[in-house]
């Protein structure tokens, strides 16, 4: 296939590309090129989105089989660029959030749940940030009719990870000694490899497969006892994982998700953060690795320097708990535990 990637450099757009190009496809990127180098084998065509006549030069006597669009957040800039390539390509492949849906994280949700009201040309002043996906979409299936794939990843992790998730706690529990846990190891928790969404939609994609698909982890495949416990046998050190009460590390100022990462507690407003269905997806042909293997390599390429260092930002939000606030929150729980 020609494929051409709007972005394509980071994270789950460079697994993408990286899969695309192993499979022997035609590929172009636009993009910036601030983000990162492009990978040997791709085209690379620098410009703005946000630039209609940088788009017109990208399009000029140029087809494509489809367009991954791996980086739109603001639908009327999503908007323009469905525009103009909407003849010069036969599907346009978007890649949005389980935050388009209203309902989530409060539920569980799937491909019939409502999204966010969000116009296809809105701009970031007109709805709030969790919507703006929803707008998107709209966008993409406004401009290409029957002819979108929409896809909906979960909580992504993997090697090149730049939020900094799940490399947080590798770095945290490879410092050795005791680290904090939030709530209970037998917290079943859904997570999906960038590489197992690549191959899905390289997939679809090759099929001529349209539509909307969720695609995160298959429920109950695994539990933050063993995602931790992966990161301790990754990094090969002694490590004592102190599982802590929910309610203690509130208690104590600790914001869930982003000073613990991944910690969704036991209320009513996250309940349905792990309990999204992505059989649709599964039926048609996704396959999700198991988490150990995605910890182990996203540590290997942490160290060897693969790729850039993680932002250790969830938009403005720094991501990971500061040790000193670590350490006095795991003494207070000594503490607890010596009076008990």
């Known amino acids: 296939m020609k494929i051409l990637f709007i972005g394509g450099t980071v994270f789950l757009g460079r697994a993408l590309v990286d899969e695309a190009l192993r499979r022997g496809h035609e590929v172009t990127l636009f993009n910036r090129g601030q983000a990162g180098p492009t990978p040997s084998g791709a085209e690379a065509v620098q410009g703005d989105r946000e630039d209609e006549a940088a788009l017109r030069a990208l399009v000029e006597e140029r087809t494509w089989d489809c367009v991954v669009d791996t980086c739109g957040f603001e639908p009327q800039i999503v908007q323009r660029s469905v525009r103009a390539l909407a003849g010069h390509a036969e599907i346009y492949a978007f890649v949005s959030s389980f935050h388009a849906y209203s309902d989530w994280p409060a539920k569980g949700v799937d491909e019939s749940f409502p999204l966010h009201a969000c116009a296809p040309d809105a701009s970031p002043d007109d709805v709030p940030y969790n919507a703006l996906k929803a ?3 709209r966008a993409v299936e406004e401009g290409f009719p029957e002819r979108a794939l929409i896809v909906n990843p979960g909580i992504i992790v993997g090697p090149g990870e730049n939020v900094g998730r799940l490399p947080w706690w590798l770095e945290a529990i490879a410092r050795g000694g005791r680290v904090l846990a939030p709530g209970s190891p037998d917290r079943a928790i859904q997570l999906i490899d960038a590489r197992d969404i ?14 909307r698909y969720l695609t995160t982890g298959v429920r109950e495949s695994t539990t933050m006892g063993k995602l931790l416990s992966a990161c301790v046998d990754a990094t090969g050190t002694e490590t004592e994982l102190v599982w802590v009460d929910e309610q203690f590390l509130q208690d104590h100022g600790v914001a869930p998700w982003t000073e613990l990462p991944l910690w969704a507690p036991d209320i009513p407003e996250v309940i349905g953060t792990w309990t999204a269905s992505s059989a649709k997806a599964l039926a048609a042909g996704l396959r999700c690795r198991p988490v150990a293997e995605t910890v182990a390599d996203t540590w290997r390429v942490l160290i060897e320097g693969t790729y850039p260092r993680p932002k250790y930002l969830q938009g403005k939000t720094p991501v990971g708990l500061d040790k000193d606030k670590h350490d006095a929150v795991l ?3 000594n503490d607890r535990r010596l009076q008990a």
């Open 331 to 333: 003494a207070a729980w």
């Open 135 to 137: 707008g998107c979409e």
């Open 198 to 211: 690549a191959n899905f939609m390289l997939d679809r994609l090759a099929e001529g497969g349209t539509g």
